[in-house]
């Protein structure tokens, strides 16, 4: 596709996606490389990087934080990437009915939207976590209730365009029901740009879930790499490693994902200036 | 539209936005306070009252949790209108007064963050627009993609790594040093030489986007016909293009740092855990390990008002990069 | 006042403190000392909140009939001698004259009857077991205190320290609700330290109580508890000389290498002697698989308490053999031992019928982190990876002080973590926590787990009333087998917290309570 091969040409997105494959394989050779749980004790506490079979050091209860920052990969992908379906789904459904029946409706569901937008994220974040208690289905929920309004907006966008196109007029004349002039017609052609906020929104679920973690509300059973980071703080003095790599593990990967992103929004819509927001 | 006209104008649409969304965030709280599970006398009285069932007895009667939910959600509302946000029975204090108590703190830290971002940051990207391709500008562009991708509370503490426990230049936490004399100027000084860090931590990354948002601007305004007429034509100076360059390109930039205000707030909340600095985030983390949910609540509604003013202030920007922006074009 | 002005109060009041006044030879007046609060108490009144941070900081607002000594021996505290009848039965105790309370009245011994026979019978669940032996206490005149017990109950004089029995106002609390008087906010108690003010969140400042019934204390001027929430931070202040004292867990256990190696500060362990604090994972009876006794051993074969000692206490600890310490009267080593093997975990796990599931998995519980610290945080950690050796699922739930109260009080919970005092006799601690009569809803620090055994119920109260050292031994022995061998807790460590405490303060442990103390001989140069 000459799509592929856009991309293909396109450097940072070519080196964003060699290093998201680079983090895919290490998430999913996590259980080979370290078959052992993350959680297991394996060494003495507070063992510097090197020693004791333990490349990246050891944590305050002497694991391997290595085995940690693998099998925590696995966690901050799966988070990510359902998060920002959630948030995708929301924000298409908000975006899709407010850009295609528009009037009341648009501006009921705009105000809405610009309502979540307005409010601090993160602190909604915390808010609703604390209050549904953390656990995998909840913080995945609540990062998909943050993060939708920007995918709202652009997919509000794209209908308002595409509904004023030729083949969607040519469709409603034909007396095609709704759901299949959205479905069929309007959905597919704005699938490019929803597909790059998505990928971008999967690098902002990361950051949020790290952060939540970071503050003691993510699931406590799930080795993460913003709970490793949190673990770490008060022996940073003794154990420096403890905090570095897994914070080094996000930027990689958030990086990659951020590169990847733009180099699909280059490729896929170029006409669309590189605005972040 | 000019003068006071337009200030009475100004003033008045602040005003209903502020209100609106007030009582739209009460009005969300209060639909999560019963969405919770428990049931709401429980969610008020946060884990510590919901112990005692004259607190709860006592909480259901004065919260009228029997009626009809239009007349609870009006007396709520009435309520947050007269700036009561609740009791915290953990802290044994109103709501409001934990949180004025706090909010200085992170104000002082959230305004100074939100400045120090959109001044440097539009400053480094204006001069890495101007010198597109160089060097410089790739340097730039790698610092500013490796910064967006930061963990906000990890940079703190890589910062608290380098300068404090390994340089030592700097305290790693806290707001001022105690038990030891100082002048009112010293105070200001040690106060500030605690700010640094968490105020670069949080100011890093909003400097990052704006820097790259204001250099693809300078380079996109820089292209405009209009302009390389004007300089083909020599009919202005360099000052006056370079200037009414900046202009037009600050506008994208003020308009992102207005978006990105609520995330900047969220963000302060995260480096007050990290440096222990005694605003808004650590009551916050205190109230989750409390399951305080008043308290959590007013946060959340304080915070959204301060992002209100924060958009407020960049409204006030556009106004003077470019006096024929009307109200509400936004 | 709030956080701010009170920072520029402190900085005027150290400079207006003249440093290095003396008294007798070697003795200084005045001066300030900095600690810590950690976690912050939810109220100082000893009387109705006995967690470890209200009696440190209480102690010196609340004071009570006796002190003892290192070695348990009892000390005047507000009673200047005390005399024991040959039977056994009554105790006459002559307190000193003018003892005032801080709000000026006098403290006499109707006091001391209000509090112990009625304030504390309500609301302090360790005097409560103590005082209802008492049969008569009466007060022949306003300097003697008489109890007259039903029975004979030897550790009777062990029941009077200030955390035990911290003597509080008849005249504000008598016909009211007491957990309610508004007076509580104020703290009025008869100890050599005031309540000045408590900027919750930041700091509980207290005064030196002018009139003191001891004329040459309390030396110290002022006390201030700082709340310092951040472990980290508290690190730093110690290091920092911010604060010259530390207690119980305010230094990390990984933190307390590199304090021993500071030059200006004093190590110690002693201090905590009355306490001995005595660490299991509560296991609730109630509760399956918890309520099988097979379970239990396999939890104690499950736990490799040596590891567990080295890494999360960085070896602060001596390894528990069963219900009493081994720094408590009365401890018999000599009981089953329980080696750390996971093979004989899984054989009686597969004897009791747990066995592994389809998915693998014979169970899974919750467990309740108790929110006193990151420490306790690891711990769960450690006990989830011993019970995924043998394929139980341990789920860790979190909560905050007054949760946790709340849940093990009530057991609504499945396993936790729990840390109790022992208290110099196992009449006084250990019996708690084991007999059927100490099984009480909503009462934490009590037989919280459920367990029951009439055998074990008789051989308590034998031992309580008996006279006689051998035989008491004798009975404490043999209630230390059956208890080892029933495992109705798992115990785990015998703690040994440190105190750091500046070269320049003196006489800062001179008790079996060490920091609880009240203080009045504490001097800093």
Redesign the interface.
Same mark, same amino acid.
């Given at each position: 596709m000459d799509a592929v091969r856009a991309f293909m040409r396109h450097p940072s997105g070519m080196a964003g996606l060699l290093m998201l494959i680079a983090v895919l394989i290490v998430a999913i050779s996590a259980p080979f490389v370290f078959p052992e749980?993350p959680?297991? @004790?394996i060494g003495a *506490?507070?063992t510097p990087p090197g020693e004791d079979g333990m490349w990246l050091g050891g944590d /305050? !209860?002497?694991r391997d934080v290595a085995a940690g920052i693998a099998h925590g990969a696995r966690v901050s992908l799966m988070i990510g990437i359902a998060s920002a379906l959630a948030a995708v789904v929301i924000g298409v459904l908000v975006g899709a009915v407010s850009g295609y029946f528009g009037g009341k409706t648009d501006m009921v569901l705009m105000r809405l939207t610009e !309502?979540f937008? /307005?409010?601090? +994220?993160?602190?909604?974040a915390? !808010?609703?976590v +604390?209050?549904? =208690?953390?656990s995998l289905t909840t913080i995945i929920l609540t990062i998909g209730a943050v993060s939708w309004p920007q995918v709202a907006r652009l997919t509000r966008a794209e209908f308002l365009r595409l509904r004023s196109r030729e083949f969607v007029e040519a469709s409603l004349c034909q007396g095609e029901s709704t759901a299949r002039i959205v479905l069929g017609h309007i959905l597919p052609n704005a699938m490019s740009p929803i597909l790059v906020v998505g990928s971008l929104t999967v690098?902002t679920a990361i950051?949020l879930e790290? +952060?939540l973690s970071? @503050?003691?509300?993510g699931d406590? =059973?799930l080795m993460s790499w913003?709970f490793m980071?949190g673990?770490g703080? #008060?022996?940073?003095? #003794?154990a420096?490693w403890v905090?570095?790599f *897994?914070?080094v593990a996000? !930027?990689?990967t958030?990086?990659a994902i =951020?590169?990847f992103g733009e180099g699909l929004s280059d490729t896929l819509n170029p006409r669309v200036?590189?605005?972040? +927001? | 539209m000019k003068g006071a006209a337009a200030f009475g104008l100004a003033a008045a649409t602040l005003l209903v936005r502020l209100v609106a969304v007030i009582l739209l965030i009460a009005t969300f709280n209060f639909i999560l306070v019963r969405a919770a599970p428990g049931d709401p006398a429980q969610v008020m009285a946060g884990q510590s009252g919901a112990s005692d069932p004259k607190i709860l007895a006592d909480l259901r009667q004065e919260y009228g949790l029997d009626k009809p939910y239009i007349v609870q959600l009006g007396t709520h509302l009435a309520r947050v209108m007269t700036f009561d946000l609740g009791y915290s029975y953990r802290q044994r204090q109103p709501v409001l007064t934990l949180i004025g108590e706090r909010l200085p703190a992170t104000l002082l830290l959230t305004l100074t963050a939100f400045v120090l971002a959109l001044v440097v940051g539009t400053t480094l990207g204006a001069a890495a627009g101007l010198a597109a391709g160089s060097v410089v500008d790739t340097i730039f562009t790698v610092l500013s993609l490796l910064l967006y991708a930061t963990p906000v509370f990890w940079l703190g503490l890589m910062l608290v790594l380098v300068f404090s426990v390994t340089l030592g230049w700097l305290p790693p936490f806290g707001y001022e040093t105690i038990n030891v004399q100082m002048t009112p100027f010293q105070k200001v000084l040690d106060i500030g030489r605690h700010m640094i860090m968490p105020v670069i931590s949080l100011a890093a990354i909003y400097l990052a986007i704006y820097a790259r948002l204001m250099r693809s601007s300078i380079i996109e305004v820089s292209h405009q016909d209009f302009i390389k007429t004007a300089r083909a034509k020599g009919l202005a100076g360099p000052q006056i293009v370079v200037g009414h360059m900046l202009r037009n390109a600050l506008v994208p930039v003020v308009t992102v740092a207005g978006m990105q205000a609520g995330a900047l707030v969220g963000g302060a909340v995260v480096i007050e855990t990290v440096f222990a600095w005694p605003g808004l985030g650590r009551l916050t983390f205190d109230a989750v390990l409390q399951r305080d949910y008043p308290v959590l609540l007013g946060i959340f509604l304080i915070l959204s008002v301060v992002v209100i003013f924060l958009n407020l202030a960049t409204d006030l920007v556009y106004r003077l990069i470019d006096p024929r922006m009307t109200t509400g074009a936004a | 006042m709030n956080r701010r002005e009170f920072t520029m109060a402190m900085l005027a009041g150290t400079a207006a403190i003249p440093l290095g006044i003396t008294r007798a030879v070697g003795q200084t007046k005045g001066g300030t000392l900095n600690t810590i609060i950690q976690p912050e108490p939810p109220i100082l009144v000893t009387a109705l909140n006995q967690q470890q941070p209200t009696l440190t900081l209480g102690g010196k607002i609340y004071e009570s009939l006796l002190k003892y000594g290192p070695d348990l021996k009892p000390m005047p505290g507000m009673a200047q001698s005390w005399d024991i009848s040959a039977d056994g039965l009554t105790y006459t105790f002559k307190l000193f004259p003018n003892i005032t309370f801080h709000d000026g009245k006098p403290m006499t011994a109707d006091d001391v009857i209000f509090s112990c026979m009625k304030l504390l019978m309500e609301t302090h669940p360790r005097a409560r077991g103590n005082f209802a032996r008492v049969e008569s206490a009466t007060a022949p005149d306003p300097l003697t205190v008489v109890f007259k017990l039903k029975q004979p109950f030897a550790p009777f004089l062990g029941c009077f320290d200030c955390t035990s029995a911290p003597i509080v106002p008849k005249h504000i609390y008598e016909n009211t609700d007491y957990r309610k008087n508004p007076m509580n906010d104020k703290a009025i108690g008869t100890g050599p330290f005031k309540l000045k003010e408590w900027v919750r969140g930041s700091h509980v400042h207290l005064v030196r109580h002018d009139g003191y019934y001891l004329k040459d204390q309390p030396h110290l001027d002022e006390i201030i508890y700082r709340v310092i929430p951040d472990a980290a931070s508290r690190a730093l202040a110690l290091e920092n000389g911010t604060v010259q004292m530390v207690q119980w867990s305010d230094i990390e256990f990984f933190d307390v290498e590199r304090f021993k190696k500071q030059a200006n500060l004093e190590y110690t362990t002693k201090g905590y002697e009355y306490f001995a604090p005595h660490q299991w994972f509560e296991l609730n009876n109630r509760v399956a698989p918890m309520n099988d006794k097979r379970f239990r051993q396999a939890v104690m074969h499950l736990i490799d308490r040596d590891a567990f000692n080295k890494r999360v206490y960085f070896g602060n600890a001596k390894v528990a053999t069963g219900p009493i310490s081994s720094k408590t009267r009365f401890y018999d080593g000599n009981v089953k031992r329980y080696d750390y093997s996971v093979d004989k975990a899984k054989a009686l796990l597969d004897e009791m019928g747990l066995k592994p599931g389809a998915n693998g998995k014979r169970a899974e519980i919750k467990y309740l982190v108790p929110p006193y610290g990151e420490v306790y945080q690891r711990a769960g950690e450690f006990l989830r990876q011993s019970f995924a050796r043998v394929n139980i699922d341990l789920v860790l739930v979190g909560t905050d002080m007054a949760g946790w109260a709340e849940k093990v009080g009530n057991w609504d919970y499945e396993i936790t973590q729990n840390l109790l005092y022992q208290l110099g006799d196992p009449a006084l601690g250990v019996a708690r926590t084991y007999i059927s009569s100490n099984i009480k809803k909503g009462i934490l620090f009590s037989n919280t787990q459920g367990y029951s055994n009439p055998e074990v119920d008789r051989l308590f109260e034998e031992a309580a009333v008996a006279t006689d050292d051998a035989k008491r031994q004798e009975l404490y022995t043999k209630v230390q087998q059956i208890l080892v061998e029933e495992v109705p807790v798992a115990w785990t460590l015998e703690l040994e917290y440190p105190i750091f405490y500046d070269k320049a303060l003196k006489n800062v442990v001179t008790t079996a309570i060490g920091t609880h103390e009240t203080f009045g001989v504490v001097t800093k140069s």
């Open positions: 749980s959680w297991e @004790m *506490p507070f /305050t !209860l002497g !309502l937008q /307005t409010v601090p +994220a993160f602190i909604l915390i !808010l609703l +604390a209050i549904f =208690n953390p690098a950051l790290s +952060a970071f @503050m003691g509300l406590p =059973n913003g980071i673990a703080r #008060t022996v940073i003095r #003794t420096w905090s570095v *897994p914070g996000i !930027l990689i958030v990086l =951020n590169l200036s590189r605005r972040r +927001a | - | -």
